[in-house]
């Protein structure tokens, strides 16, 4: 009987979580620094059929402004109203890998487009010049959006990781072939099969978390429980370091 050892950087819950999101508990939605920086010290949400209305409050608790996020089976939209300016709105559809920014009230609008062969986004000039044109607002929106994401218990694309050959669609040759001094006394080494993990996000740490929990999934075997070994996470983000496509590979264990 194999016994099994922790790979490293591994949380078993959340690889449990990856394949079974109906249990996951959403977490209370926090503004994080970025938001916190645009003066957003609170939210107040309340949710109806499908639409999250995200108030922003200040420290005085006054209303600045509101986030109305609508989520969906490929992705979600959101739309930030501040004050007297135009609405700003978002679209991302995880599946085909595009992402819409438009101003509300106006024909202001661009896309832009992420190739899942080359990972990489390519943004028309429209969409490049809104973004700058409109930076605090769509940064706000973006941060926002990222909040939401993680305070719901940030589910991936399982979708987009199709199309970009996630981490089971192919085990290849070892990629360490040096062992871990911790697991290399009990006759395991880390030179098993590698794994190309896949992730989404809102945000690049929950993108990378998803890619990483999508390689340990694969590596889990009658050795180790996740991958023994990582490269750094890969990630193509469309704003900054918002709107996040991920790839990160681990090296399963072996027995000597």
């Given at each position: 009987?194999?016994?099994?050892?922790v790979?490293?950087?591994?949380v078993?819950?959340l690889?449990?979580?990856s394949g079974?999101?109906a249990?996951?508990a959403?977490a209370?939605?926090?503004p994080?620094d970025?938001?916190r920086?645009?003066?957003v010290?609170?939210?107040q949400?309340?949710?109806a059929?499908?639409?999250?209305e995200?108030?922003?409050?200040d420290?005085?608790?006054?209303?600045?402004?509101?986030?109305?996020?609508?989520?969906?089976?490929?992705g979600?939209s959101?739309?930030?109203?501040?004050g007297?300016?135009?609405p700003i709105?978002?679209a991302w559809?995880?599946?085909k890998g595009i992402l819409e920014?438009?101003e509300v009230g106006?024909?202001r609008?661009?896309y832009?487009?992420f190739d899942?062969q080359a990972?990489?986004?390519k943004?028309?000039?429209?969409?490049d010049?809104?973004?700058s044109a409109?930076?605090?607002?769509v940064?706000?929106?973006?941060?926002?959006?990222?909040d939401?994401?993680k305070?719901?218990?940030?589910?991936g694309?399982?979708?987009?990781?199709?199309q970009?050959g996630g981490?089971c669609?192919?085990?290849?040759?070892p990629?360490v072939?040096s062992p871990?001094?911790?697991i290399a006394?009990?006759?395991i080494?880390?030179t098993?099969y590698?794994?190309?993990?896949?992730?989404?996000?809102?945000?690049?740490?929950?993108?990378?978390q998803?890619a990483t929990?999508?390689a340990n999934?694969c590596?889990w075997?009658?050795v180790?429980?996740?991958?023994?070994?990582?490269?750094s996470c890969?990630?193509?983000?469309?704003i900054g370091d918002?709107?996040?496509?991920?790839g990160?590979t681990?090296?399963?264990?072996d027995?000597v």
């Amino acid at each position: 009987m194999f016994r099994r050892i922790v790979g490293v950087t591994f949380v078993v819950a959340l690889v449990l979580a990856s394949g079974a999101h109906a249990g996951v508990a959403a977490a209370p939605l926090q503004p994080a620094d970025g938001v916190r920086a645009a003066g957003v010290a609170g939210y107040q949400v309340h949710e109806a059929s499908g639409t999250v209305e995200i108030n922003l409050l200040d420290q005085g608790e006054s209303t600045l402004g509101e986030v109305v996020v609508r989520s969906g089976e490929f992705g979600y939209s959101a739309e930030l109203r501040s004050g007297d300016r135009l609405p700003i709105a978002m679209a991302w559809n995880q599946a085909k890998g595009i992402l819409e920014i438009k101003e509300v009230g106006s024909d202001r609008i661009g896309y832009s487009y992420f190739d899942f062969q080359a990972f990489d986004w390519k943004a028309e000039p429209a969409f490049d010049e809104l973004v700058s044109a409109r930076k605090a607002d769509v940064d706000l929106l973006m941060g926002v959006v990222a909040d939401y994401d993680k305070g719901r218990g940030h589910r991936g694309s399982s979708l987009a990781a199709k199309q970009a050959g996630g981490s089971c669609a192919s085990k290849q040759q070892p990629l360490v072939t040096s062992p871990l001094g911790e697991i290399a006394a009990k006759g395991i080494v880390c030179t098993g099969y590698t794994c190309r993990g896949f992730g989404t996000g809102a945000a690049k740490s929950l993108c990378c978390q998803d890619a990483t929990n999508d390689a340990n999934v694969c590596c889990w075997n009658s050795v180790c429980i996740g991958c023994c070994s990582f490269l750094s996470c890969d990630a193509a983000c469309g704003i900054g370091d918002y709107i996040c496509f991920c790839g990160r590979t681990g090296t399963s264990c072996d027995r000597v």
